[in-house]
């Protein structure tokens, strides 16, 4: 075989190999949810927690608020917001929500028999808590 056929079966093969790598790493992600919030921190650094949670049925948070925006991402069951001066807010598995900053809140599983299962993020000046009892 000479240099130059060498050269194009090579290349065919190389070219036959590329719609595969192609499908394996063109994935896109299924977007949930996209929202432009206020409040966000503005400092030089931000502090990046992803928490979980579980909830038992009908287990409830403390009354409080957040100093910055909370996304919350429920994976099993339902998650009941009741935020101050707003109607109250279900949502859903496979559903995302963001808690506005300065807002007193409660919430909790609103299933008598199920339990609750959700990820939460948030972003926050460097060692801020995540939460402010409210009274």
Do not use: C, W
Not at 18 to 24: D, F, I, K, N
Not at 72 to 91: D, K, M, N, S
């Amino acid at each position: 075989m000479t240099g130059l056929m060498r050269s194009a079966v090579l290349a065919l093969a190389a070219t036959a190999s590329l719609p595969v790598l192609a499908q394996s790493v063109h994935e896109r992600p299924d977007p949930v949810m996209q929202q432009i919030v206020t409040g966000m921190p503005k400092g030089s650094e931000q502090q990046i927690s992803v928490m979980t949670a579980t909830f038992t049925p009908g287990q409830r948070t403390v009354f409080h608020t957040h100093r910055f925006p909370v996304t919350l991402y429920i994976i099993e069951g339902a998650f009941t917001l009741e935020l101050e001066g707003r109607p109250a807010v279900t949502i859903k598995a496979g559903q995302a929500y963001v808690e506005p900053p300065n807002v007193r809140m409660t919430g909790f599983n609103s299933s008598a028999s199920e339990a609750l299962k959700l990820v939460i993020f948030y972003v926050a000046d460097p060692g801020t808590p995540f939460l402010d009892l409210a009274h």
